[in-house]
C-alpha cells in the first residue's frame, strides 16, 4: 500500500535551518496520477494549516507566513518531496505532515516534529 514517511525534524535555534523530505513507496511520482503533493503543519491549539504545495509539478502555493522562506520540490527518482525551511522562527514550531493527492484518494504521513527555540 502506500506509505509516506517523513525525516529532518528537530530542535533548531531561531534563524536556523532544516530540510525535511517525505518518501513515498506505493506510488510514483513519474505518473500523472499525482494531482498534488504538499506539507502541513500543526501546533498546539491551532488547527492544520497548508504550508506548500507542488501541484501537476510545476505550481507552487505557500501559506503567507512563509512565503520567502520555505521551499517545496520534489525528486521523481526517489520518489521523494521535500521542504527547504530557511530563516525559522518561533512561530514555525510544529508538527509538519507530507500530503500526496491523487485523483481518488489523498495520502498522510505520520508528521514529524520541528521546534524552533529562541
Known amino acids: 500500500q502506500v506509505q509516506l514517511v517523513e525525516s529532518g525534524g528537530g530542535l533548531v535555534q531561531a534563524g536556523g535551518s532544516l530540510r525535511l523530505s517525505c518518501a513515498a513507496s506505493?506510488?510514483?511520482?513519474?505518473?500523472?496520477?499525482?494531482?498534488?503533493m504538499g506539507w502541513y503543519r500543526q501546533a498546539p491549539g491551532k488547527q492544520r494549516e497548508l504550508v506548500a504545495a507542488l501541484s501537476r509539478g510545476i505550481i507552487t502555493n505557500y501559506a503567507d507566513s512563509v512565503k520567502g522562506r520555505f521551499a517545496i520540490s520534489r525528486d521523481s527518482a526517489k520518489n521523494t518531496v521535500y521542504l527547504q525551511m530557511n530563516d525559522l522562527k518561533p512561530e514555525d514550531t510544529a508538527a509538519y505532515y507530507c500530503?500526496?493527492?491523487?485523483?481518488?484518494?489523498?495520502?498522510w504521513g505520520q508528521g514529524t516534529q520541528v521546534t524552533v527555540s529562541s
Open positions: 500530503n500526496v493527492r491523487t485523483v481518488v484518494t489523498t495520502y
Open positions: 506505493g506510488i510514483s511520482f513519474s505518473s500523472n496520477g499525482i494531482n498534488a
